[in-house]
Each structure stands twice: as structure tokens, then as C-alpha cells.
């Protein structure tokens, strides 16, 4: 039955989770407030992320660093091709918003498929960043790659703020956000800002799925999970903020890491998406209130 | 008694009041017009009307029936019936099943009436195609009947929302802005058709901007600004009414035209 | 909205002939596999009943205009009340049947009355939860599901001793069932009903302004739709006489969006002809297994971006949307 003296290592390791799911709820929020579109592709690139790098590393003997950069760079690339084969030409015809994201979930699945049929339905993993003992605080053990996941999702969060407060481009993908035709009568390049949305998202994600590889493993089936965490933090930070976001990524993996030693490992998907549920059908516009 | 009586309605966004205690009764007989600059609330207080607003106070009577925050569907089955300032067809059915749509409150067939269709279903829906047919011969649209309602020019798409309307059999029709959009000469066809349906017995609410289409068909004008009632009476003492001219940027007109309730707006 | 096409008007008789063409060629599949049994009857019969499936899936996003993504909850509800009821407990088919469609529906009620209320891409992943919550329980709720393992040992459907055994007996059960619903969903169109459907797809204000209670219609819609699905579920276990939470994943989601899209949503015969033609198109490359869902997922989005409104709007004249 649940032991609940394990609740501190539990909470922490719910800390890490949290991180990357709040990584992945940025990525929605991004492209939805360029776009107004929600990009069920999303968990594409988390998969990706963690698969690229660590084909290359394993297979090719790309060091580690090298590998992961050049992952990252490549999920960007894709989600440029997304956004100009599958969204772009919806987008122009107007689709509605059901359509889009059909589309996107489609675009989901034929990546899925095509990374099985590459590499095969075998789970692989990352070794950690840095190997060496957990730090002990008590009888809490904090393993280096957690430490790998808060700084780094941390320093994307701070990079991110900078992003959108500091530079010309990210005040105009904010514009955008804002009211898209104002934006677009200002001479903000509103078309580019919805490709470059789309590579910021999928790096974003990409990030996320090579922090949290080594402390889980990859396979070609792992997107849809992550994008529908991804999501929920997006939810339950009130859709369009991507720090609420970060705030409902962090929320959702210390109550997922609650549901475990409630009730198994088994039902913590079931956790979450009733969490999902709870937030729709109670509080649809988050804790923070959505953007728009 | 009269057919619709709103007593000190109320609606406020926040700070701003919308409609402010306006009272003013719809005999069952006749056109009754409101209107007023933009901005004034007349779409406001038809939305409080037609029940896709509650008010913030007050009530409204539907003869006789309080339906003050009623879902707008009930307001509909209570036999009030209103249009769009937008035309809001539905474009992909025909011409002739939009008018069916308009008759959906004439009939009770469900569901196992649709999969079974016993006789009285049919018989309902004999009847449902013959009334819709009727009314697109009155509206001058049975040339189009089995068109998808988008294909139709600007003009008859409006015609064609009134006669929907019509076909809910309403005792009470709010018309918002019908002649919005229409040319001299449709807007004159369209006159006609207003005075048709009052003198069937139908009572007509209209909000209009075309004081021409005020004046030749409106039995009684309720005037309104600033979300309140600044005047009421026959055209003719309405358009003398200080208070109204006034209220047209004080342009000292005679009628208020629409060119100044424009600029009223955007003033 | 641009995913309801208009009605074609039966009074114009240009039109009539063509709009035979999908029955006779659903007849002309049906009737081949008759003939030659096997294999082929098999692909049909699976065919047919994801056209139960999808034409219900129709009546709530064709008809109403509605979006779910969740819909193959209720076939798994139906699907494994059958085989749990049959399997475990010995009922027979046919009450089992009953009670498992009464249970979609009853659960597509609870569910639909809050789920309904929600908007956009928040209705798409609710709808999406509710399905994979569904998935995850028949994967988890081990005891009753046996899990991945799933149930066997499922009977065929009957009525008392008599059972539906041989394959052509299967198909000919399907085609009825199918043809059913077509007949349904016919009548459906062509009534009041179904034109409140209609509305509520055009323009909910407009509706609501005519009397028309828009969320009754909706749910009576999800209802009918999950009523369809939970149908397919269970005639899907007892043709095949076994089930395992994967039958009713996200797979069966794209897959029965290609079949709907592959048709021509809010078309009467639209189910039928694209459940068969997605059916039997990957037949025809079905060594590589792994390509399947690829393919499905590559040729919705391009159905999606180049024929919204289904295969057969490319051959359509233009101007008549």
C-alpha cells in the first residue's frame, strides 16, 4: 500500500517532471498565441528530441553536448516544415480550428509511425548528464540530472522572459499575440512570426525531451503522453501565459507524483488527464485566468 | 393588454450602463421603432429582449408572462421572435429548408418521429413544406428554393432571414437593422413586407438607422440615448421632439438622418 | 462552418443517379467479398462496422458540426460490456449487447452534459481526455479487462441457439446492421430533427433565435453518436471473439477521421464508402503493416489541406460546394 514517508523524494522527483511539462506547455502557448492555432504535433518534438540525440550518441558517437544541440537544431527545422507543409496551406484556407488541429494530430502520427519504422519500437535512453552520486539533504536523495532539468528548464524560462521583453522579434511575436491584424498593419511580419513560433516551440520541446530522457527512457510512442501533460499545464496556467504555464507543468508533476504513491503507477495518466477534465469542466480558464 | 411591456430594464458591463431604466410598451397592433445614435444600446436592450442578455434589473413582460432571463430559446417558444444585424443564415442548407428551420417551433417531431415517421409526422411535415413554401412566394424567393442559402444576392439573403422568422409564427418579430445593407428600392420591397406582417397580426419591434424606412413604416418611435429613453410618440412628434434633435448632435434637422447618426458614433 | 456541405435537394433528378453511385458500390465490395469468402470477407466485415462506428461519429461532427475526439470511449464501453458480460459472465450476446450500448449512452450523458459546454480546441482535448482516460482504464482495470492481455473466448453473436458463425453469415448480419443506419441517418437528414442539427451547425445564434434548444440538440446528437459507436464495439468483439484495449486507442480516432474525411463528411453515404475504401485500400500493401497508420495519417492531412469535403468534392462540377 502507499508508504508516505516517501513523500519528500516523491515531491522532488515531481519537481523534474514538472519542469519538463511546463517546458512543454511554453511550447503550446507560443505557437497559440502567434497563431491562435494549438499544435497537437507538439509531443513530436519532445519524442524527437530525446530519439535524435540519442541516436546520434549512441550509434554515431556524437559526444553528448554536440549530439543534443544538433537535435535541438533539427527539431526546429521540423517544426518549420510543419508549420509550411500542414499548417500554411490550412491557415490560408481559412480551416477551422477543428481542422487544424485534426491536421496536427495527423502530422502526430505520421512522424510517430516514421520514427518506428527508423528505429524500432525498442524504449532507448540517455546516459545521465553528469554521473555521480545524488546529493543527499536528509534522507532526500537529489540526483545530478534533476538538477540538470530544474536549472536548465529554469535558465529557457529566464532566456524565454528575456526573449519577449528584451528583443525586437519577441516583442513583435507578442504583438501578435495580442491582436494579429494591429500586428500585421504595423508591418510586424505576422507570417514569419507564426514559422518562427513554431521552430521556438519545437525546440522548446525538443529540450524538454532530452532532459527528461535519462531519467526515463524514449520510444516512438512517447509524444502523445508528453504533449497531453504539455497541455494540461497549459490548462491549468490559463491558456496563452507560458509562465503560467510553466507554474501549471510544475503543479501537474508534484500531484502526478502524489497519484503514484496514492495509486499506483499504473493510474497516473488517469490522474492527469481527470485533473484535465476537472480544470475544463470547473476552471477552463486556468488558475491564473486565461490570456485572452 | 399589450404584447410586450418592459418595466425599468436595466443592463449594466461593469462600469457602463447599457440600458438604463428604460420603460416602454408594444401595442399587438402596429410597427414600433427604436432609435437612437449608435452606441445608444438599442442592440443591447434587444439582446435583453430576446433573452440573449439577462438584465441587471427590471422586468420584461411578454403578454403578460414575465420572461426577464428566460434562455433565449424559451423567449423564442414564448412566441417572440427576433433577426441579426448581421444576416445569420444557414448557408449551407437551401433556401427552402432555412424557412423549415424558421418552423421548427410549428412542429414536435423528435427523434423516433424522424427514424419511424408515423403519420402524424408526416402529415407535420406535408404541412411544414407548404407553409415554408408559402412564405418564400410572399418574400419573393420560391425562384430560389433549392439554391444553398449563400448563393443568394445580398438583398434576398435579408428576405429571406425575415421570412425564417415569420415561419416561427411569432406574435412579436424584432427586427435589428433589416434595412442595413439594402437599396432604395429593396429597402421600399422591404417596407412593404413589414407592414404585411403587422397587419397579419404580428406586433413588429424594429431598430433601424434608415429614417426613411422609420418614418414611412413605424406607427410609433421610441427614441433612446445614453442607454436611456429620451422620447416616445408617433413619428411625426418624435422627429419635433427637442430632446431628439438634440440628442442627433443637435444638428437642428427636421429628421434626423442617417448620415449624422454616423457621425454621432463616430463623433 | 465549413465542415457541414449543404443537402442536395432530392427534387433534382440530374443528381439522382450519381447519388446512387456510393450504395452501388458499397453493394458491389459487399457482394464480392460474399462471393469470395476468407480473407476478403473479413477486411469488409471489419470495414462495415467501422461504418457503423463513423456514421455516427457523422451525425454528431457531419450533421450537428460538432467535434469529438473521444468517441472511441463508447466503443470501448460497448466493446468490452459485451465481452466482459459474454466472456465472464455468461450472458448472451444480445442483452449484453444492449447493456453495453445502454452504458455508452448513459456515460456519454454524464460526460457530455459538462464537455458539451466547452469550446474549441478546450471541447477538442476534453473530448480527446475522455478517450484516453477510457483507454487507460481498460489497460489498467485488470481484474475486469485482463489488461493488454484483453478478453478471449468472446461468443458470435445470436439470438437463442441460433449464432452467426460463418463468414458470410457475419457479412450479411453487418450489411444489415450497416444499412440500418444508413437508413437511419437518412431519415435523420430529412426531418425535423434533423434540420435543428443543421441549424446548430450554421449558426447557433440564429437556432437559439428560432426556438431551437441548441444544447439539448447537441448532447441528443453526442448521445445518438455514442449510442453508434458502442454498437460497433460490441459487433466488432463478437465478429472477432476477442478484445484488447489497443482496438479502441487513438489509433481507431485517426483512422475513423480518414474514413469520414475519405467520404465526405455530413453525406449520408460518406461512412459507408470511406470506411471501405480506408478499409481496403491498405489491404492492398498489407505486408508492410508498419506503414498503415503512416499512410492514414499522411493522406487525412492531405485530404484535409486539398478536399475537406471529401473525395468525392474533387469530382464534384465547381460552384456546387
Redesign the interface.
Known amino acids: 500500500m502507499a508508504d508516505w514517508s516517501y513523500i519528500p523524494q516523491v515531491l522532488v522527483s515531481g519537481l523534474g517532471i514538472g519542469c519538463v511539462y511546463g517546458l512543454i506547455g511554453i511550447g503550446f502557448c507560443v505557437i497559440y498565441n502567434a497563431s491562435g492555432i ?1 499544435n497537437f504535433a507538439q509531443g513530436a518534438f519532445v519524442m524527437l528530441g530525446g530519439m535524435i540525440t540519442q541516436v546520434l550518441f549512441s550509434r554515431s558517437g556524437v559526444p553528448l553536448p554536440v549530439a543534443a544541440l544538433i537535435a535541438i537544431a533539427a527539431v526546429a527545422v521540423l517544426g518549420v516544415a510543419i508549420e509550411r507543409v ?1 499548417v500554411r ?2 491557415w490560408n ?7 487544424m ?3 496536427t ?6 512522424i ?3 520514427t ?2 527508423a528505429v524500432g519500437d525498442q524504449p532507448k535512453t540517455l546516459p545521465v548528464f553528469t554521473d555521480r552520486p545524488p546529493l543527499m539533504f536528509g534522507s532526500v536523495a537529489v540526483g545530478y540530472q534533476l538538477i540538470w532539468i530544474v536549472g536548465g528548464s529554469l535558465a529557457i524560462v529566464g532566456l524565454l522572459a528575456a526573449f519577449f521583453g528584451l528583443t525586437r522579434t519577441g516583442k513583435a511575436m507578442r504583438a501578435c499575440s495580442i491582436n494579429r491584424e494591429a500586428a500585421a498593419l504595423q508591418g510586424i511580419p505576422v507570417s514569419r512570426m507564426l514559422a518562427l513560433a513554431f521552430a521556438l516551440s519545437a525546440a522548446l520541446g525538443a529540450i524538454a525531451g532530452i532532459l527528461i530522457t535519462p531519467t526515463q527512457y524514449t520510444a516512438f510512442n512517447v509524444g ?1 503522453p508528453f504533449a ?1 501533460s504539455g ?1 494540461i499545464a497549459a ?1 491549468v496556467g490559463g ?1 496563452g501565459r507560458p509562465f503560467g504555464a510553466f507554474l501549471g507543468g510544475l503543479l501537474l508533476g508534484l500531484l502526478q507524483a502524489l497519484a503514484i504513491v496514492g495509486f499506483g503507477a ?2 497516473k ?2 490522474a492527469a ?2 485533473v ?2 476537472l480544470f ?2 470547473i476552471r ?1 480558464s486556468g488558475i491564473l485566468g486565461a490570456a485572452k | 393588454m399589450s404584447r410586450l411591456k418592459l418595466e425599468g430594464v436595466t443592463r449594466r458591463f461593469g462600469g457602463l450602463v447599457a440600458v438604463d431604466d428604460v420603460s416602454f410598451e408594444v401595442p399587438a397592433e402596429g410597427v414600433t421603432a427604436v432609435i437612437g445614435p449608435n452606441g445608444a444600446g438599442k442592440t443591447t436592450l434587444f439582446n435583453l429582449i430576446s433573452g440573449a442578455l439577462p438584465p441587471s434589473a427590471g422586468r420584461i413582460l411578454f403578454e403578460g408572462q414575465d420572461i426577464t432571463g428566460l434562455p433565449a430559446h424559451k423567449v423564442a417558444t414564448a412566441g417572440l421572435v427576433r433577426t441579426f444585424q448581421l444576416v445569420k443564415l444557414f448557408e449551407d442548407l437551401s433556401v427552402l429548408d432555412n424557412v423549415k428551420v424558421g418552423c421548427h417551433l410549428q412542429g414536435r417531431a423528435g427523434l423516433f418521429a424522424a427514424l419511424l415517421r408515423p403519420a402524424s409526422a408526416r402529415r407535420e411535415e406535408a404541412a411544414v413544406d407548404a407553409r415554408a413554401r408559402e412564405l418564400l412566394d410572399f418574400a419573393g424567393l420560391s425562384a430560389f428554393a433549392d439554391e444553398p442559402a449563400s448563393g443568394l444576392p445580398y438583398g434576398r439573403q435579408r428576405m429571406l432571414e425575415l421570412a425564417r422568422a415569420t415561419a416561427a409564427g411569432p406574435r412579436l418579430i424584432l427586427l435589428d437593422e433589416p434595412a442595413a445593407g439594402l437599396n432604395t428600392e429593396e429597402s421600399a420591397a422591404l417596407s412593404r413586407i413589414i407592414r404585411r406582417i403587422a397587419d397579419d397580426g404580428t406586433s413588429v419591434l424594429l431598430i433601424e438607422h434608415d429614417m426613411t424606412l422609420v418614418m414611412n413604416t413605424a406607427d410609433r418611435v421610441v427614441v433612446v440615448d445614453f442607454g436611456r429613453k429620451i422620447a416616445q410618440g408617433t413619428p411625426a412628434e418624435v422627429r419635433a421632439d427637442p430632446a431628439v434633435i438634440a440628442a442627433y448632435l443637435g444638428t437642428g434637422k427636421p429628421s434626423p438622418d442617417p448620415a449624422a447618426t454616423q457621425e454621432a458614433a463616430h463623433g | ?3 457541414s456541405p449543404s443537402i442536395t435537394s432530392p427534387e433534382r433528378r440530374p443528381f439522382r443517379l450519381v447519388g446512387l453511385l456510393p450504395w452501388l458500390f458499397a453493394a458491389v465490395v459487399v457482394g464480392y467479398a460474399m462471393v469470395v469468402g476468407g480473407y476478403a470477407a473479413t477486411v469488409v466485415s471489419f470495414a462495415l462496422i467501422y461504418a457503423v462506428f463513423v456514421t455516427g461519429l457523422n451525425l454528431f461532427m457531419g450533421f450537428a458540426a460538432q ?1 469529438s ?1 473521444g468517441q472511441n470511449a463508447f466503443a470501448a464501453i460497448g466493446g468490452y460490456g459485451s465481452a466482459v458480460l459474454t466472456a465472464t459472465y455468461g450472458w448472451s450476446p444480445l442483452p449484453a449487447m444492449v447493456f453495453g450500448i445502454a452504458a455508452a449512452v448513459l456515460a456519454a450523458a454524464i ?1 457530455g452534459f ?2 458539451l459546454r ?1 469550446k ?3 471541447l ?3 473530448t ?3 478517450g ?2 477510457t483507454y ?2 481498460t ?2 482495470w485488470q481484474s475486469v479487462t485482463q489488461g493488454y492481455l484483453g478478453i478471449s473466448g468472446i461468443p458470435p453473436f445470436g439470438i437463442g441457439s441460433w449464432e452467426v458463425t460463418s463468414d458470410r453469415g457475419q457479412l450479411v448480419m453487418l450489411s444489415l446492421v450497416v444499412a440500418a443506419c444508413a437508413f437511419a441517418a437518412a431519415r435523420i437528414r430529412r426531418s425535423r430533427f434533423g434540420r435543428a442539427l443543421s441549424a446548430v451547425a450554421g449558426s447557433e445564434e440564429a437556432a437559439t433565435a428560432l426556438g431551437i434548444d441548441v444544447s439539448r440538440y447537441k448532447l441528443m446528437a453526442f448521445l445518438l453518436s455514442a449510442g453508434f459507436a458502442a454498437l460497433a464495439g460490441s459487433l466488432f468483439v463478437h465478429v472477432v471473439g476477442y478484445v484488447s484495449p489497443e482496438v479502441f486507442g ?1 489509433h481507431m ?2 483512422v475513423t ?1 480518414t474514413m469520414l474525411y475519405v467520404g465526405g463528411i455530413g453525406t449520408v453515404a460518406g461512412p459507408l464508402v470511406g470506411a471501405l475504401i480506408v478499409s481496403l485500400l491498405p489491404e492492398t500493401f498489407r505486408a508492410f503493416k ?2 498503415q ?2 499512410a ?3 493522406a ?2 492531405l485530404l ?2 486539398y478536399a ?1 469535403r471529401g473525395l468525392a468534392s474533387l469530382f464534384a462540377p465547381r460552384g456546387r460546394s
Open positions: 494549438v500542414v496551406p490550412l484556407r481559412k480551416a477551422t480550428m477543428f481542422v488541429i485534426l491536421a494530430l495527423a502530422a502526430q502520427i505520421v510517430e509511425r516514421l518506428l519504422i502523445v497531453i497541455f490548462i491558456f499504473g493510474l495518466n488517469v488527464l481527470s484535465l477534465l475544463l469542466f477552463p | 462552418m465549413t465542415i467535434v475526439f460526460v459538462p464537455a466547452l474549441g480546441h478546450y477538442a482535448m476534453g480527446l481526455a475522455i484516453l482516460i487507460e482504464i489497460v489498467e487513438l480516432v485517426i477521421f508498419d506503414y497508420d503512416l492514414y495519417g499522411a487525412l492531412i484535409l489541406i475537406p
